[in-house]
Structure formats: C-alpha cells, structure tokens
C-alpha cells in the first residue's frame, strides 16, 4: 500500500515565530512522519503581498533560513522534501489550467484574503491575491496532495482545492485525488502586545531563532493584564498573553526550547546541508510536476488539440515538397 502524500510550507517573507510552531509546524511534526510530506517554500505566494525586487532578494535567505527553523523544530530531513515554488514554472501551467474552475464570487468568500489585503496595507485587492486559492490549489495538486495540515486562516484556502478537484475530476475524470483537511488542534498564538495574533509584519511576534536573551527580553516586555492600570488592582488571567503562552507549551519548555537551539546549533554547522535539501527536494518536485501537467494536459484533451494541427501542418508540407 503507498503512503498518502501530505502537502505544507510557507512564504519566505521573514523569520518562523512561535506562531508557525502553534498555528502549524507543531502539527507538521507530528504528521510527516506518516505520509510523504514535501514543505513549498511559497515564494510566489509571496509576491501577492511582497512583490518589490528587495523583497525578492530577500527570498534565498529567508527560504534557508526557513527550512533550518523547520528542521530545528523536529522536522527529519530525510522524511521531507523541500522545494522553491518559483523554479516549477509547470506550476504556473497548472494555475493557469485550473483557474477557470472557480468563480470570482467564490473567491470573494474567502475570509483571509482581505485580511491579508489590510495587513499588507493594500487598499485593493490585487488580481494575484483574489487568485491566491487558485495557486494554493495548483500546489496541493500539482504534487497530488491527499493530506494538508493547516491552520484557521487556511482552511478555507484548502476547501477551494477541493471544489476545484472534484470539478476537474467531473468535467475530465479521475486525475486528482480530493485533499483531507488536517486542523491543527491548537488556538491561534497571540501576539507580545496582546491586540492581535503573533505576526511578523505586525513587530508582535518571538522567532523560532531567537536566542535566550532575546526571548527573555521579548517575554519581559510583553502586554500582560488589560485590566490591571495599577499595582494595588488584582489580576487576572483571561485575556493575558502570558498565561495564554502558559497554557498552550510544554510544561517542559526551557528543555524544549534547548533542544531547538542544540538542532539549530547543528543544522548551522553543516553550512551546505539546507541547501542541499532545498535544490534536491526542487528537482525531484518538478519532475513530480510535469507528469502531473502532462496528465491533466492530455484529460482535457489539450495535447490532442495540438497534434491534430500538427498532422494536418505535416501534410500539407508533404503535399507542397511533392508538387514541387
């Protein structure tokens, strides 16, 4: 019996905080031992919010980084396959074939996208953002994900996939299977300043690679009670971000935290090893790729288009060389 395969990542804008882990890689650690999991490194979903050439500089160094602090957090590098969503163009291919399966209402639905919108500061929505869904959807198919682990924000990404297989499967028969949902069991992570979720664009946020004494600053400074406007008023623990930590890690924390740092300390000290696994895990996702778009190419009944034009180019070139 194969094993199902489960699809994941990231945007390589910025360091992984301690809202990933919650909202996500805590998750992915647990599962990736069970399926074959390859991790995008989501770098044109990036350029739906991101799309300056600082940004794109910053893509190779983020995307390392990333995939350290995946592996930092548990992650086996030899049960996972990295790859950078940009170098397989035959992605876009598939984007480009799907995207007329949904409808721009639909799209509409999708809560996150105008909170990606506003935290991004656009005041409207840009064309690739709407279509945001539809890529995902050409990510998770592409590689004919059966299992996508994900957060709250994503859930609603990933129910469109599977509208969208099952209306290719309807209209052109069986070539992809119907995504399973994996919600991740754990609450949102709120930020050190206690208004909002953690979020790097928001400066709220305590990175996986944070040393100690940046996390213990971090921690000191955070927004404790909303209640408390003085030292002789009781405190509670609704609503404080401090004990929200409390409850959601390891009561083991400083020996779990140790031991990310120790993986990290060694996953640095091999200097060619996430580079490898980011350009190995690419060129075996890409051939993975291709026969999936050769696939859905020849259901649709694309490539017998072109070679009936083909046969006709062909013999009319053989009629001239004749009368000649």
């Known amino acids: 019996m194969s094993v199902a395969r489960m699809l994941t990542g990231d945007r390589p804008t910025g360091r992984l905080h301690l ?8 998750n992915r650690v647990k599962l990736h031992r069970r399926y074959e999991s390859f991790f995008i490194i989501a770098d044109l979903h ?9 940004d794109v500089d910053q893509v190779a160094g983020n995307a390392r980084e990333m995939v350290t602090d995946i592996l ?3 992650v086996d590098p030899g049960r996972a396959t990295f790859y950078l969503q940009s170098a397989i163009p035959e992605v876009g291919d598939l984007n480009t074939l799907l995207q007329n399966l949904v409808t721009v209402p639909r799209l509409e639905r999708v809560p996150s996208l105008k909170d990606m919108a506003r935290d991004a500061g656009k005041e409207e929505m840009p064309y690739g953002l709407l ?12 590689v004919k994900g059966e299992v996508v682990p994900v957060g709250r924000d994503n859930a609603a990404h990933v129910e469109v996939t599977r509208e969208i297989a099952r209306r290719f499967n309807h ?3 069986p070539v992809f299977p119907v995504p399973e949902l994996i919600p991740a069991d754990t609450p949102s992570l709120v ?20 040393d100690a004494a940046t996390v213990r600053r971090k921690v000191l400074g955070m927004y404790t009670d909303p209640n408390r406007v003085r030292a002789d008023v009781p405190g509670t623990v609704e609503g404080n971000p401090v004990f929200a930590y409390h409850e959601v890690f390891n009561p083991d924390r400083d020996e779990v935290a140790d031991l990310a740092r120790q993986r990290r300390a060694e996953i640095e000290a091999d200097r060619g090893l996430v580079d490898r696994l980011i350009v190995e895990g690419t060129e075996r996702t890409r051939q993975e790729v291709r026969q999936t778009v050769l696939e859905v190419r020849r259901a649709m009944g694309l490539t017998g288009a072109y070679q009936q ?15 000649t």
């Not at 990036?46 to 600082?54: A, H, K, Q």
């Not at 050190?192 to 690679?209: C, E, F, P, V, Y």
């Open 46 to 54: 990036m350029l739906t919010t991101r799309n300056r050439r600082e």
């Open 191 to 210: 930020g050190t300043d206690g208004t909002a979720k953690m979020s790097k664009s928001r400066g709220n946020s305590i990175a996986l690679s944070d």
């Open 171 to 173: 209209l052109y028969g």
């Open 131 to 142: 279509g945001y869904p539809v890529l995902q959807a050409a990510d998770i198919l592409c």
């Open 19 to 26: 809202g990933h882990y919650v909202g996500s890689i805590a």
């Open 72 to 74: 930092a957090a548990g």
């Open 309 to 323: 034009v083909r046969r006709r180019a062909e013999r009319s070139r053989r009629r001239a060389d004749a009368s």
